[in-house]
């Protein structure tokens, strides 16, 4: 378990820390079987992850900057900052949807790099795409994060890892993290929603809702919260310049933690 005094020495933030320790205990319970339901071998993961980082790439020379809104990442940004080039019509999402999953069975955790504009595609039309497109973004984003976590422990390690590796997986980090974040805070605020909803009336009755659709997502949150600990449980801080994490990443993730733990 991260204690708060040691996550102030590593850069970890408190409220990380407090969720951390809620979770670790869950954490080691779901490790057998995490590694029991796994269908590649470590040897065939790292082929796709490379396999990803040739395609999704090709001389990578932006960055992805944590944006303060939605609406700013399709805004023209600064020199080499990553900007939407293709938000897709409701309509047209599931077909999307369809190849960013075939992608991440084929290529790994990094094919995030080439369909971001998806997802982003579905927080800008969280108002008006079905729950299960939402669902099906929320499940690909969860193997995303859970995937750079289980990849990236070796690469820390090693002494030998060049600028571009360095940018590609930063930018996956920052790129996953804040589609995992902002759908799930959507999520969150239907949940809270439809517990008004189908809150019990002066005759004691539920509204015509029904609760199944909260049990589900208070199992779904608690994988979110735990992909998110696997991740930033790890030293990711070499991977930016100078070693000093963007703020914007631990604020995201603060405010997620302290709204739904």
């Given at each position: 378990m991260v204690s708060t005094a040691h996550a102030c020495d590593v850069g970890v933030s408190p409220a990380l820390a407090r969720c951390t320790n809620k979770f670790e205990s869950r954490?080691?319970?779901?490790?057998?079987?995490?590694?029991?339901?796994?269908?590649t071998s470590p040897s065939s993961e790292a082929k796709s992850v490379a396999s990803g980082t040739a395609s999704a790439t090709g001389g990578m020379s932006w960055d992805f900057f944590v944006p303060v809104c939605v609406g700013d990442l399709v805004k023209t940004g600064g020199i080499n900052q990553y900007v939407v080039q293709d938000v897709v019509s409701p309509k047209q999402l599931?077909?999307?949807l369809s190849k960013f999953k075939a992608a991440l069975?084929?290529?790994?955790?990094?094919?995030?790099?080439?369909?971001f504009d998806t997802g982003y595609s579905v927080l800008?039309?969280?108002?008006?795409?079905?729950?299960?497109v939402k669902e099906d973004t929320l499940e690909s984003l969860i193997q995303v994060v859970s995937g750079l976590a289980a990849s990236?422990?070796?690469?820390?390690l090693s002494t030998s890892i060049s600028a571009a590796e360095r940018k590609e997986k930063l930018n996956a980090v920052k790129?996953?993290?804040?589609?995992l974040c902002?759908?799930?805070e959507t999520l969150e605020s239907d949940s809270c929603r439809q517990s008004i909803i189908t809150a019990p009336g002066k005759g004691g009755k539920k509204g015509k809702a029904g609760g199944e659709g909260l049990l589900q997502w208070d199992s779904e949150r608690e994988r979110v919260l735990q992909a998110l600990i696997q991740l930033l449980q790890l030293d990711i801080r070499s991977l930016w310049n100078l070693s000093l994490v963007e703020g914007r990443v631990y604020q995201l993730?603060?405010?997620l933690l302290l709204q739904t733990t």
């Open positions: 954490r080691i319970q779901t490790a057998h079987r995490r590694r029991a339901e796994r269908t599931p077909s999307h069975r084929s290529k790994g955790p990094l094919c995030v790099l080439e369909h800008q039309h969280c108002n008006s795409v079905e729950l299960g990236l422990p070796a690469l820390l790129m996953s993290v804040y589609l902002k759908l799930t993730c603060d405010l």
